[in-house]
């Protein structure tokens, strides 16, 4: 069965460095979304991506982000400057573009900043 | 602020009883929904999705949804030690493509 993989699993950085978190998409799914849950809290929607463009952000994403699909298949999330409040679980998800409209979730990167 | 508001439990059923899962959502131009299950430090797994009023069944679950109340829930029969989870409830507002809002889910104990 098609699943959405990431990479790393577990990635740990220094306050002030960059990060990219990976993701491939289902192969044929159109819309690709980035979410995040912070330890104990509720998943927070990040960005939706569609025709290579940003469709929708929240007041998460600021400039410190940046999504790119750079080829056919991956799907990057990158934090310019990581602050310690960045650490967090970011969950890629992606979404077919028609019926039944169900958004599948990758395991997830585990980010920690120290 | 658009909320999907869960009980978070925990909520502690024997094995073999029905689990009862509720939600309430605040938009009510809220146009999809969904249920998911979520282990502790993995990824939220898609169990249920319900766009009309009424319920839906699939195997031991059944998702319901009542528009004019706002208000979504999940049943869980012959409830098993491997359902022991926290269940996500997840809006969807702007369409099919939308963005989800996720409530903070209900944690589910089932007891031998």
């Known amino acids: 069965e098609p699943e959405v993989t990431q990479t790393p699993s577990h990635q740990v950085t220094q306050m002030g460095q960059e990060v990219i978190l990976r993701c491939v998409p289902i192969s044929n799914h159109l819309y690709f979304y980035w979410y995040r849950q912070i330890l104990g809290q509720k998943v927070e929607f990040l960005v939706s991506?569609?025709?290579?463009?940003?469709?929708?952000k929240s007041e998460i994403f600021d400039d410190q982000f940046s999504v790119e699909r750079p080829d056919g298949s991956n799907f990057t999330l990158k934090i310019r400057s990581t602050k310690l409040e960045d650490s967090a679980m970011y969950f890629c998800?992606?979404?077919?573009?028609?019926?039944?409209?169900?958004?599948?979730f990758g395991p997830g990167t585990r980010l920690t900043v120290t | 602020q658009k909320e999907v508001e869960q009980n978070s439990g925990p909520l502690s059923v024997p094995e073999g009883a029905i689990a009862s899962l509720n939600c309430t959502y605040s938009d009510r131009g809220s146009q999809s929904f969904f249920w998911y299950r979520q282990y502790s430090g993995k990824s939220p797994e898609l169990i249920m999705s319900i766009y009309s009023n009424g319920d839906k069944e699939d195997g031991r679950f059944t998702a319901q949804l009542n528009k004019a109340s706002q208000y979504v829930s999940l049943l869980i029969r012959d409830s098993q030690p491997s359902d022991s989870a926290t269940y996500l409830c997840?809006?969807?507002?702007?369409?099919?493509?939308?963005?989800?809002?996720f409530g903070t889910g209900t944690r589910l104990q089932v007891t031998l």
């Open positions: 998800a992606s979404f077919s573009g028609g019926a039944p409209y169900e958004q599948y």
């Open positions: 991506f569609y025709n290579n463009e940003i469709s929708e």
């Open positions: 997840a809006v969807g507002v702007t369409g099919t493509a939308s963005k989800l809002t």
